[in-house]
């Protein structure tokens, strides 16, 4: 066994460093042959959304309710229509399309079906009444036969001991700027009251044609339907006919204060334009 003596540290004998192996550098100055060159610089951009591939065309549309059958060439169909013409002849007279497109909408019936049927129509009647009671409402409101009564009055002459003895509170002329703007409010609530009528008429009509599909379709399913959508369907034809009902009220109150307006207009105007005038000329040539 032989015992070598430590040789101690030597840092003469060090090799040199080859020029390519040189160890890690704290800091690079890219003195280095090799090194990549390096990234072009360029000004920073702004985001920009502008070449962004268009989303496709079908995710931007709603799907919109289809009815089950397309068309009328079904048996529960035809089988609908035919009821319908014979219980309704005058309504698929006038509008047999109309009534084929909601009888394919309602079949086959269902409770979640029967349950909402006419609701958008039942909506859009109650927010048609409200204009009308307004109109009704405002007429009252103007008190023109008050004031007509009040401007014929003021054309007679006082009687009695009384009346002599103290002047009239107005005179005829008095009371013409007053009956000139209460024609004109007449004239207006007679157009506004046209189109407030014919709006809900015809938002009646529609939920008559809702209920028609209704009672054809109890008709048609009367004995294969359950209880609950039995009750279901009387329930739903009973709101819409109240519906119907109100609306048929609210015309027929708005063309009573439309003929009143209308006799109104006429006497107002009969006022202005014949006795005034008349009573203007005899003052004149009684001041002569």
Do not use: C
């Amino acid at each position: 066994m032989t015992h070598e003596k430590p040789k101690a540290f030597d840092f003469a004998e060090e090799p040199e460093a080859s020029p390519g192996s040189s160890g890690p550098r704290a800091f690079d100055f890219g003195d280095e042959q090799g090194a990549a060159p390096p990234v072009p610089s360029s000004s920073p951009r702004a985001l920009s959304f502008d070449d962004l591939p268009s989303a496709p065309e079908g995710l931007l549309q709603k799907a919109v309710a289809r009815p089950l059958f397309d068309s009328d060439d079904h048996p529960a169909v035809r089988d609908a229509l035919a009821i319908g013409r014979r219980d309704f002849p005058l309504l698929f007279e006038h509008s047999e399309q109309r009534l084929a497109a909601l009888l394919r909408r309602i079949l086959p019936v269902r409770l979640a079906l029967v349950t909402d049927w006419a609701e958008a129509p039942l909506m859009e009647q109650a927010g048609l009444l409200q204009p009308i009671t307004e109109l009704v409402l405002k007429f009252t409101q103007m008190g023109v036969p008050a004031l007509l009564e009040a401007a014929l009055e003021s054309t007679k002459e006082p009687s009695g001991v009384f009346g002599k003895f103290f002047r009239r509170a107005s005179t005829p002329a008095e009371y013409k700027p007053a009956l000139t703007s209460a024609r004109q409010q007449l004239v207006q609530l007679m157009t506004d009251s046209e189109a407030a009528m014919g709006t809900l008429e015809a938002s009646a009509q529609n939920l008559s044609l809702h209920a028609a599909v209704l009672a054809v379709v109890a008709t048609l399913a009367d004995a294969a339907v359950d209880a609950s959508l039995r009750d279901a369907l009387i329930q739903r034809r009973t709101l819409i006919q109240q519906a119907i009902r109100q609306a048929e009220l609210s015309v027929l109150q708005m063309g009573q204060v439309r003929q009143q307006a209308a006799e109104l207009i006429g006497q107002v105007s009969s006022f202005l334009t014949v006795t005034l005038p008349a009573l203007e000329m005899a003052q004149a040539q009684g001041g002569n």
